[in-house]
């Protein structure tokens, strides 16, 4: 007897999957539409209205078509992925021409971006002083390698220099190995990975995000040949590897794993054939690894004896909405109200709430006074909250919109000083060198165009291309690709993506929306479009059976 799923006739299914995302599109158009222009929800603003409905108008018939023309074999005729040994000198071509493309831009920016706390991960290895507020794998690579540069060779430039060059190498090689994954669009995906600014900025950067999304990437592809039926045991080692180092660099990365593994191991469990150790080995496998990050990340803390008395990031979002709701209530704030918020968020401190970016009000929050009593400021949250639902539901939309709002302009940092220069128009990227290093460009014309793209709004502003620097773009573009899977019941690249957008969902908690935080997007890129486009329908002669 046929599974449920596969009677559905499959206009009706077309029709459901491509309502759905134009749903979701419409929403997030309003939602994001009327955060950057009224900071919040505002019904009496048509223009949001009217990007909802274009937006899924044109959503629906887009889907609608693609999975149509699919559905009708127009699509997924090509190769799966590359299952062949990979050829080591085409391993090697793609490194190298990804390389020979960077280096000009290293030269330009030498020693590289060290931006991003990079300044708090020198200090930190530099004095050591430790806390588990950056991951701490992380900050003893960046630091280490600033502080061996400034020992042994009496320049911290060198010692950014090298870590810059040996991320570059590892970069270059991992996106060298995705491409040989891919059975198409190879020239593509070397174009992209070798020319496309985002992607070069950040492989020459130093942010742990760099990392973290290399991993991440990885993870992607290793888990597609892993479901798919790969019996390497290469691949099941790299894979836990991926997601252990992925853990490793980003804390939020754990929640997303979390659910990820559960998924990843119900799925192989229902799948896999033998005895009952068998089907849930896998499961078993997930678990091993989310306990080894455990160990290594205690171990790591014991041994640099890293403080963990911070609070303020896991209630970014409650400290946001009670600033927010402070600056527009405050005169219906009762005395008792006041006394208590003044008590982990100073009234100085609130003065400097801004919608889009909670560091301001963030930085001055009370550790102390919260571990006093945490249930205390929780009912004020609940009583706050009560009375003012809109005022927090706008105070979390505005500081994560950037996430799924195509059109989204970012500027978040609006004002703000840092060491060499004060944003004004634009914060899509940090660009420069922090404290202890210093620019030395050696290719003035390219480092001026990276100084526009990256404090300049202009190229956020242009049509058509913009998008391509868009996170929210970026997001629908591979919402759409998770229709595309759903549609072709590809359940091994859909739990794969999986993983991608339950770290997006976690940001959506975070403090801001910056393109650092989704370089994952724009890694991903080229295999994404290979998955979407070269995979077989699956079940499609069933489908045109049973209709």
Not at 239 to 261: D, F, K, Q, S, T
Not at 409 to 430: A, K, L
Not at 485 to 496: E, G, N, P, S, V
Request: with cysteine; hydrophobic share 50%; net charge neutral.
């Amino acid at each position: 007897m046929k599974p449920v799923a596969l009677m559905i006739r499959p206009d009706r299914r077309i029709s459901v999957i491509s309502a759905v995302y134009a749903c979701l599109l419409a929403t997030a158009m309003f939602l994001g539409c009327n955060a950057a222009r009224n900071s919040g929800i505002s019904a009496g603003d048509p223009v949001p209205w009217t990007a909802g409905i274009l937006s899924f108008l044109s959503a629906l018939a887009v889907m609608y078509a693609y999975l149509l023309h699919i559905s009708s074999g127009g699509a997924g005729v090509c190769s799966e992925d590359a299952r062949g040994p990979v050829r080591l000198s085409a391993l090697i071509r793609d490194w190298a021409v990804m390389t020979v493309c960077w280096i000009p831009v290293f030269l330009a920016e030498y020693p590289g971006f060290f931006v991003y706390d990079a300044v708090d991960e020198y200090v930190a290895v530099a004095t050591r002083h430790f806390t588990t507020h950056h991951p701490l794998l992380h900050t003893l690579l960046l630091g280490g390698c600033v502080r061996a540069g400034e020992v042994f060779f009496g320049s911290a430039n060198t010692g950014i220099a090298v870590f810059i060059i040996a991320q570059m190498i590892v970069i270059a090689f991992l996106f060298a190995w995705v491409i040989s994954c891919m059975g198409r669009f190879r020239v593509f995906a070397i174009l992209w990975y070798g020319l496309f600014p985002t992607v070069v900025m950040f492989a020459l950067c130093s942010v742990k995000d760099t990392m973290f999304s290399a991993a991440l990437t990885s993870a992607v592809v290793l888990t597609v040949r892993v479901l798919h039926g790969s019996t390497r045991r290469a691949d099941c080692i790299s894979l836990a590897l991926a997601l252990l180092i992925m853990m490793l660099m980003r804390h939020n990365a754990v929640y997303a794993y979390i659910i990820y593994a559960c998924v990843m191991g119900a799925y192989m469990a229902l799948h896999r054939t033998g005895t009952l150790m068998t089907r849930v080995l896998p499961a078993l496998g997930l678990a091993a690894v989310l306990c080894i990050y455990g160990l290594v990340n205690l171990s790591l803390g014991l041994a640099c004896h890293a403080e963990s008395s911070e609070h303020q990031e896991i209630l970014t979002v409650p400290i946001q909405q009670l600033a927010r709701t402070w600056s527009v209530y405050a005169d219906e704030f009762s005395p008792e109200e006041l006394k208590t918020l003044y008590e982990i968020l100073p009234e100085e401190t609130l003065k400097h709430y801004t919608p889009e970016l909670s560091d301001p009000v963030k930085a001055g929050f009370d550790n102390a006074a919260y571990e006093k009593d945490p249930a205390r400021y929780r009912r004020l949250w609940s009583e706050l909250f009560k009375r003012h639902p809109l005022s927090f539901f706008n105070a979390w939309i505005d500081t994560g919109y950037g996430f799924y709002y195509p059109y989204a302009i970012v500027n978040v940092y609006e004002g703000h000083q840092v060491f060499t220069y004060t944003y004004t128009d634009s914060s899509y990227f940090g660009y420069e060198v922090e404290y202890p290093g210093e620019r030395v460009s050696l290719i003035p014309p390219i480092d001026r165009f990276y100084r526009w793209l990256s404090l300049d709004d202009d190229i956020q502003r242009i049509p058509v291309i913009a998008r391509f620097f868009s996170m929210g773009a970026m997001f629908w573009l591979y919402a759409f690709g998770m229709a595309v899977f759903i549609y072709r019941r590809q359940w091994d690249r859909l739990i794969a993506y999986m993983l991608p957008f339950c770290v997006c969902a976690t940001l959506l908690l975070g403090p801001t929306f910056l393109p650092r935080y989704t370089v994952f997007w724009w890694f991903m890129l080229p295999y994404l479009i290979h998955s979407t486009v070269s995979a077989r329908v699956a079940g499609n002669e069933e489908e045109q059976q049973i209709s």
